[in-house]
């Protein structure tokens, strides 16, 4: 496939609401020394997209204003070529990915697209690509959480936002590593939360974070991994020199009574992300989209209470 063949992509030109995404023809990329094109099969549409698109990681610092930003950092599909030296795949082979260069101009909502191989894992076997596209950002987040947060089995973890996508990401990874799980979300989802291992739940609307989590764990929680962006609240239910780590961007809170404090800023990295391929825990998708209705996918992201993630099928 030469470059000068075409293919179709979302971008957002400009910032601002869903209507900025714009559907357009570009040229097919072509990789370059230890890289992989991508032919894309799903695409996950996350919470970051939303703010990449409405111009909040500007404001934020994180990626330099720019007429066209590309969209979208999950991706599953198969390789459709190789570049100078990369050996790690084949052409056809069914693969996930995660596009970490926020400073680009075309991302993951697009028909190819070109990851370095360290980026690339093999997909899970006998999962749909609509499934797979969900696993590389939120399952990844919550493995570097729980790396930095490093707890021994045994130990006690509460995670806030539990049943959200990196959430319950966590809760499952967090129980199979041996930890003791306290979940906090909303009362609808202790079922599911509970399925997946946590030991303790919590409901979101009871607001005396530090008091509940003491009922189970009198000193207070090992460690707390903060999908929900409570900051100190979240903090103040771990114990004295315990730790904490927040996936949500801002200032994190003050390391009081001794508390290390992480914030998790999240890195393509192929090797974990083969781990997570072949053990896979468990994916939801909240549904599906065609490209050209990226916009609508946006706009349902951002009424909140989705459980999942919503997917662009190609």
Excluded: C
Aim: no cysteine.
């Amino acid at each position: 496939m030469s470059a000068e063949q075409s293919m179709r992509a979302v971008v957002a030109r400009g910032y601002g609401g869903p209507d900025v995404l714009e559907l357009v023809e570009l040229p097919v990329p072509e990789p370059g020394a230890g890289q992989v094109r991508i032919r894309v099969e799903a695409a996950a549409v996350n919470p970051v997209d939303l703010a990449t698109r409405s111009g909040a990681l500007v404001d934020g610092g994180l990626m330099a204003a720019r007429p066209i930003t590309g969209i979208g950092w999950d991706v599953a599909g198969t390789v459709d070529a190789l570049g100078p030296g990369a050996t790690s795949f084949t052409v056809g082979q069914s693969v996930i990915g995660l596009r970490d260069l926020l400073d680009v101009s075309v991302g993951a909502y697009a028909e190819y697209l070109v990851l370095d191989e360290s980026a690339v894992a093999p997909a899970p076997v006998d999962v749909p690509a609509s499934a797979a596209a969900t696993l590389p950002l939120n399952g990844l987040t919550a493995a570097q959480a729980l790396d930095r947060l490093a707890l021994p089995a045994g130990g006690s973890l509460l995670i806030t936002g539990a049943a959200g996508a990196v959430g319950a990401f966590a809760v499952e990874l967090a129980t199979r590593r041996g930890l003791r799980v306290v979940a906090q979300a909303n009362a609808a989802d202790e079922p599911f939360l509970r399925d997946i291992g946590a030991h303790w739940f919590l409901d979101r609307e009871k607001p005396d974070l530090p008091t509940e989590v003491r009922r189970p764990i009198p000193a207070g929680a090992d460690a707390a991994l903060d999908t929900a962006g409570l900051g100190i609240r979240a903090l103040a239910a771990v114990r004295t020199n315990g730790s904490y780590a927040t996936v949500v961007g801002g200032p994190p809170p003050l390391p009081l009574r001794g508390i290390t404090v992480h914030q998790i800023w999240i890195k393509a990295d192929g090797p974990t992300l083969t781990t997570l391929a072949t053990h896979v825990p468990t994916l939801r998708v909240a549904g599906t989209f065609p490209l050209d209705k990226a916009a609508l996918a946006h706009r349902r992201l951002a009424e909140g209470r989705v459980r999942g993630r919503f997917v662009l099928t190609l």
